[in-house]
Structures are given as structure tokens and as C-alpha cells.
């Protein structure tokens, strides 16, 4: 029998700056508008409600920046899915993929059923002006929403190129139209200034009620998201991708504004303003019609209102239709992609190029809550799952661009890291916490949606899913159980040679800890070879660690653990967490890597994000030290440098606690307090010395030039400032030719953080 050959097929990569751009602006100017004004001014005020859609805006400005970032140094299909996944590993991912994929569907049903109920509404009442019941109307409106959806399912059908052609023309056109309607409010604001008071009711109801308001429509800013599920479609995508991501934000945030200030002065105050017999407020008029507001209040500031109006809802709501409907199927795409779901996701039809199964299982999803759901519900929804979703994405930026920097090419940085993803936090727990007051039916929804995700997960997804290059692999491991309590110190295992000379100091460090080891060797595959080749790359460190088994072995308890992970920090910093590590000791051969690390680009990620205490070793040899140097300037770190002195001493080792006086420094006395027979150390084999100057880093290498050995703490400074400036302990310890052990201390909450997070 022949050998059956696999032919892969693979997305067009045919969309440009301009076709995502428009498909960003298509997925958010509309339903918010339509929607949101009516449903929400009766919340929040006229005031409230211009700042709810300006606010919204530079939140979605601040995640906006994260997915930019992301995106362009992880331009592929799945968007927030892809970027937990190598930020945080395959059950974050998943659930954000999951919660992707619902959310735009829900986002797409919305728009479905916001194009149903204003076409219908022209149709049925201002054109055949035909006096139907409301339950009728509700059902046609259904009906027509399903129609809607399946037209634009067929239409993704078509491909990428037809399905950004498409979107890029009918954006233009509801462009177009928002500008008109804002641009008509503020001739008659300038006209009729009177009109400016219906603003006087700014906030009625209190400020709390903004953060309401703001996580009802926050679905109405998540165009962005669907511009990073076109990441396996768009020419030059490192560049192309954050543009676009940021100028559609602001171009919608500038029409929400516009057109939101026109609804507000279209209402001139008056008797006819009167609804059950209550003279009302233009504001509190234009609430009363819910999700049609919008509509009421633009048809009283232009002529032929209502036809105007239903134009810009289908072309709003198609096109926005049509880019959720893109973006959860690019979503479920990207999970089947990986397996986290059946392969059948991942069928790409080899006509059209686009992924049919997906698309498939997504439409269902839009036609099930367009056609049972209510649309202020579906609405409310939408705004959730997205919010949730935005929240793990500015997590996972601040993650991988510390985890992951040098491992990445980024076509765009944001400015000012972290301080925007952290701003994006905040506000959008801040919402998500109000939205309770908005709908309870939404925050079922959404919960139901991810319970049943983690089901999917831990039934299906784990024992499913492929493994990835960004994932840590472990090659091989030996594990034998500990008793509970049992300090665990890490050696870090290059090559026998490094081990070698680091076995004297390791012993002594777990006798004095009473701790077992582990040892663990990165293997070192080159990016183009495959893992099936991995074990080609195995012997130098299954060598180095044997070579320190029959040294230690027999003293203490020993596992070991060889793994695989592109970036050889990060490998280690998850073993770490993992197996609850201690202390990590490890190697150093001097030199800085690249202008981006103080110490190296293994070294410095470690110091900076360890979960423990981390003992690196310079130039140590298997011998005896007379004469150990402790630089000292205060904190954990210098007692840590003191502890491991002791530890390290013989009975004849004279240790000095040294500092340099130059304006603020410590007094090494202060640590005395220490009994140091508990290390075999007398006390009077440790003093404390004190000098002046004005250049510490000369003053501790010319004091070091009496000793053998010097234990040093290093910086507390973050890991990022060091790419402006070198921090003097690793200065110090780059310049040192002596025997150098540089140390970190984590203590409190900060190494609980780091352990767990």
C-alpha cells in the first residue's frame, strides 16, 4: 500500500494595513452606540454617558497597547489564546481561548440581533406601517437576526481576502455615517447653545453608577481583538498589526464621543417630552425607549431620520457582524490548531482557505443567543466575557515581556512598562465588580460558560494537547519522595565541569540547610531542531549531573530533571515554583551576555524574578578559603552574603564585614548579632571594618585584593533599570578575579507572589 501523504493547508496571508484596520473600527462602531446610549443614560446621565464612552476609551487604549505589543512579537491566529499560552501554559491558554471564542460570539449575536431590530422596525413600522403586537415584532426580529448571521457565516466562508474586502468597503460607509450624525450635533450645539442644557443633570445618580455604565458597553472598544486573530492573514505583521490596533481605538473612541454628544443636544426640552403623563428630562426621554434610544433622540435632529438611521445600522452591525464572527472563528481555530479541542477545529477547506469547522461551531453559537437570548442580556454578556478576557492579556504582557524579552522580536513597545497594563487591570476588575448591578443574567452566563470550559479542559483538553516550542519540556527526571519539611536546594547542572566545581560549596550549603537536592540541567536544542532530536543534546548534562551524584549521592537525598525551554531562565524560574525550591545554586562565567543584562541574560532574569533565595558562583574551586570579604550595605541580601560566609568558612576562615562610608552607609557591626557557632565559625575569626571613600566599587576591590573569596548581595533594583545602568554589586562581581558568590534574598510577600504567580 502506498504511503499516505499529509497535505497542510495554511491561512492566506493576504490582509494589509488597511483591511485590519477597517475590520478593528467594523467590530466596534455600532451596536455601542445603538445600544448603549438608550440602555444606559438612564444609569449613568447625559454627563455620565459622554464620559462612560471617553473613559472606556483609555482603558481600551491601555489593553489596546498590550495586545499591540503581543501581537506584533506573536503575530499568530488565536489572539489572547496564543499569548497565555506561552505566558502562563496550556489551561490558562485554554480557558482564554475559550473565553475568546465565546466572546465574540456573543459580540456577534449582539450585532445580529442590534441589525434585526432597527431594520425591522423601519420596515415593518415607518415604511409598510403595519400594526403589529410586540410579541410578533420580537419573534420577526429573531427570525431576521438568524438570517443575518447565516449570511455572514457564508460570507467568512469566502476567505480572508473577501471577508476584509467586504468589511473594509460597509466600515468605510458606517464611518462615514457616525461623522455625519456627530458632526450634525455640534453645528446645533453651536447653533442653539440652550441645548447645552440638557448636560445640567451631569451624573444624577453618583459617580459610582459611571463604573456601571462603563462595563455595560465596555464590548462596544474590543475591535482590537479580532485585528490579533488576523495575525496568520496580514502582510508584515510586526508593524502592520499595532497600527492598526491603536488608530482604530482612537478613531472609534473620537465617533463615541461625537455622536454621543449629538444623541445628548438632538432632544430639545418641552412639553411633548412626556412619557406615562411624567414630563421628563431629554436625557431621562431618550432612556425611556431602552436599546432604541438612540434612535428616538437622532430622529428629532435630522430629516428622514429613521431611513439615515437604519443605513448606518446595516452597515454598522454587518460589519461588525461579519469581524466577531472572524474573530471566534479564528479563536476555536487556534484551539483545535493545538488539540486543546478536536482536530476538526483546525480543518482549513482547501478551496477557500479559511477554517470551516470552526466557523461552523461559531455560527451555531451566534444563532442559538440571537435567536433565544434578550438583547440587552446578549449585550451585557458580551461586555463581560470581554472584559475577562482583556484582564488576562494585560497579565499575560507584563508576564512574558518580563519572563521573555530577549526570547522575542517585538515590532512595538509600549511606553512606560507596566504602567498602562496595570491601569487596564484595575479599571477592568473595577467594572467587572459593577456589573452586577447591570444584569445577574450576564454574570451567570459567563460563569456557566467557564465552568464548563474547565471541564472541557480536564477532561479533554489536557490529555489532548500538542506540545508547543514556547513550552518547557521535561526530557527525562528522576524523582523519589521526600518528607514533608525537607529543605530542597537546586543546583543548576551545565556541564561536568561546572558541577565539579561547584560540589564542595553545594555540600556544605545542604549540610547546613539539612536539605535534599535537585539537580537540573536546560538542554541547550538550537531553535531549528526538532525535540525528536533532543536526546542528541542530552549527554554533556546527563555527565555533569552523574559526575555530581557520585560526589553528593551519598549524603543527601538527590533527584534530577533534564528539560527543554527556549529560554534557559525561564525554564528554570517554572522548576522552581514547581518543586517548591529553596535555595538555587548555580553557576556564573562572568561575562554580560548583551547590553540588555547586567549580569547575563540567565543570571539577571533569576536574581530578579527567583521565588528563593539564589546563591551565584564565580570562578569557585574545590578548596579551603582563608580570607572571605563580605560587602554589606543592609537588608536580606547581606545577612543572606553573611550566612553563606559562615556556611562556606572552616574553622580557620577569617571573614570581614565590609562597607564603604560615603553619606549612607551601614554599619556592619550590626550583624554580629548572628551566633556564628552555629556554623563552626569562633567569633572572633569575624570582624567589621568600615572606611571611608567616595568610589565603592574601587574601595571593595581593593579591600578584596587581602582575601580569597568574596560573598556579595546583589542589586534590589529592577531588572529593567539595568538596561539604562550597570548596579554596583554586579559591577563589582564582573570586574572581581577572586573566587565570587553574589546572592539574593527573597523574604515576605514578595516571594509568595513570585512562588504562586
Known amino acids: 500500500m502506498a504511503a499516505r501523504t499529509e497535505v497542510h493547508s495554511e491561512l492566506s496571508r493576504d490582509l494589509n494595513l488597511f483591511h485590519v484596520t477597517m475590520m478593528g473600527l467594523g467590530m466596534m462602531i455600532g451596536a455601542g452606540v445603538f445600544l448603549g446610549i438608550g440602555n444606559c443614560i438612564g444609569i449613568v446621565g447625559p454627563g455620565g454617558l459622554l464620559l462612560t464612552f471617553a473613559l472606556n476609551g483609555v482603558v481600551a487604549l491601555f489593553t489596546a497597547m498590550s495586545y499591540a505589543e503581543l501581537s506584533s512579537a506573536i503575530p499568530r491566529a488565536g489572539g489572547a489564546y496564543n499569548f497565555a499560552r506561552i505566558g502562563y501554559g496550556r489551561q490558562a491558554s485554554f480557558i482564554a481561548g475559550w473565553m475568546e471564542w465565546f466572546a465574540s460570539s456573543v459580540a456577534g449575536a449582539m450585532y445580529a440581533m442590534t441589525f434585526s431590530l432597527y431594520t425591522m422596525r423601519f420596515i415593518l413600522t415607518t415604511w409598510l406601517k403595519l400594526d403589529i403586537s410586540e410579541n410578533t415584532f420580537g419573534l420577526i426580529v429573531k427570525a431576521a437576526a438568524v438570517a443575518a448571521a447565516v449570511l455572514f457565516i457564508y460570507i467568512n466562508y469566502r476567505g480572508a481576502s473577501e471577508t476584509g474586502k467586504i468589511g473594509a468597503i460597509v466600515t468605510l460607509l458606517q464611518t462615514a455615517f457616525m461623522f455625519v450624525i456627530g458632526g450634525i450635533g455640534v453645528i446645533i450645539a453651536l447653533k442653539d447653545p440652550a441645548r447645552l442644557a440638557n448636560f ?144 476538526a477545529f483546525a480543518r482549513i477547506s482547501g478551496s477557500r482557505k479559511t477554517p470551516w469547522f470552526a466557523l461552523l461551531m461559531t455560527g451555531g453559537i451566534v444563532i442559538c443567543l440571537a435567536g433565544f437570548f434578550p438583547i440587552k442580556e446578549v449585550q451585557a454578556a458580551a461586555s463581560l466575557t470581554f472584559l475577562v478576557l482583556f484582564f488576562l492579556v494585560n497579565v499575560c504582557v507584563i508576564k512574558i515581556r518580563r519572563s521573555m524579552s530577549d526570547e522575542l522580536t517585538y515590532g512595538y513597545l509600549m511606553p512606560l512598562f507596566p504602567l498602562f497594563p496595570v491601569l487596564a487591570i484595575i479599571c477592568q476588575l473595577t467594572l467587572v465588580f459593577f456589573m452586577h448591578e447591570f444584569s445577574v443574567a450576564a454574570l451567570v452566563t459567563a460563569g456557566v460558560w467557564l465552568v464548563l470550559g474547565f471541564a472541557v479542559y480536564w477532561l479533554y483538553s489536557r490529555f489532548h494537547a500538542v506540545a508547543t516550542a514556547d513550552e518547557i519540556h521535561i526530557l527525562e527526571e528522576e524523582a523519589a519522595p521526600l518528607e514533608p519539611g525537607t529543605a530542597r536546594v537546586m543546583l543548576a547542572v551545565a556541564n561536568p565541569a561546572n ?104 543570571v539577571d532574569p533569576l536574581l530578579e524574578s527567583s521565588p528563593c533565595d539564589v546563591i551565584i558562583m564565580k570562578n569557585c574551586c574545590d578548596c579551603e578559603y582563608e580570607n572571605i570579604l563580605v560587602p554589606v550595605a543592609g537588608g536580606p541580601n547581606s545577612r543572606l552574603a553573611f550566612e553563606t560566609a559562615l556556611t562556606l568558612a572552616s574553622k580557620k576562615t577569617r571573614i570581614t564585614l565590609f562597607s564603604v562610608v560615603n553619606g549612607r552607609s551601614f554599619d556592619p557591626s550590626t550583624l554580629l548579632t548572628i551566633d556564628t557557632r552555629l556554623y563552626g565559625v569562633k567569633p572572633q575569626n569575624v570582624a567589621a571594618k568600615s572606611v571611608p571613600g567616595h568610589d565603592v566599587k574601587q574601595a571593595i576591590l581593593d579591600e578584596a585584593e587581602n582575601c580569597d573569596m568574596m560573598v556579595i548581595g546583589a542589586s534590589r533594583k529592577p531588572m529593567l533599570s539595568h538596561v539604562f545602568h550597570g548596579t554596583l554589586p554586579e559591577e563589582v562581581a564582573e570586574a572581581c578575579d577572586k573566587s565570587l558568590i553574589m546572592v539574593s534574598a527573597t523574604r515576605g510577600l514578595r516571594s509568595w507572589i513570585r512562588r504562586w504567580i
Request: contains cysteine; proline residues 4%; charged residues 20%.
Open 499 to 602: 558541577a565539579l566545581s561547584m560540589v564542595k560549596n553545594t555540600y556544605k550549603i545542604c549540610r547546613q540547610k539539612k536539605a535534599s537536592l535537585e539537580l537540573i540541567h536546560m538542554v541547550p536544542v538550537p531553535d531549528l531542531v526538532p525535540l525528536t532530536d533532543a536526546d542528541k543534546y542530552l549527554h554533556e548534562g546527563k555527565e555533569g549531573i552523574t559526575e555530581t551524584i557520585l560526589y553528593l549521592g551519598g549524603h543527601f537525598k538527590v533527584n534530577s530533571t533534564l528539560r527543554y525551554c527556549r529560554n534557559i531562565a525561564r525554564g528554570i524560574l517554572s522548576a522552581l515554583r514547581e518543586k517548591k525550591i529553596n535555595m538555587l545554586i548555580m553557576g556564573w562565567h562572568g561575562r554580560r551576555n548583551n547590553g540588555l543584562f547586567s549580569v547575563g541574560s540567565t
Open 200 to 343: 445640567h443633570d451631569f451624573i444624577p445618580h453618583g459617580w459610582l453608577k459611571l463604573a456601571v455604565a462603563m462595563g455595560a458597553i465596555y464590548v462596544a472598544f474590543e475591535g482590537y481583538e479580532v485585528i490579533a486573530q488576523a495575525g496568520d492573514e496580514v502582510s508584515n505583521p510586526k508593524k502592520n498589526l499595532p497600527k492598526a490596533m491603536l488608530l482604530s481605538v482612537l478613531v472609534v473612541t473620537l465617533t463615541y464621543v461625537l455622536v454621543t454628544f449629538a444623541t445628548i443636544v438632538a432632544v430639545k426640552g418641552g412639553p411633548d417630552l412626556t412619557v406615562g403623563g411624567k414630563q421628563l428630562q431629554p436625557w431621562q426621554w431618550i432612556g425611556s425607549f431602552n436599546e432604541e434610544g438612540f434612535r428616538h433622540a437622532v430622529g428629532r435632529m435630522i430629516p428622514y431620520a429613521n431611513l439615515l438611521l437604519t443605513l448606518a445600522v446595516i452597515f454598522s452591525s454587518t460589519s461588525a457582524l461579519n469581524a466577531t464572527i472572524y474573530s471566534g472563528t479564528r479563536a476555536s481555530y487556534a484551539l483545535g490548531r493545538d488539540s486543546m479541542l478536536p482536530k
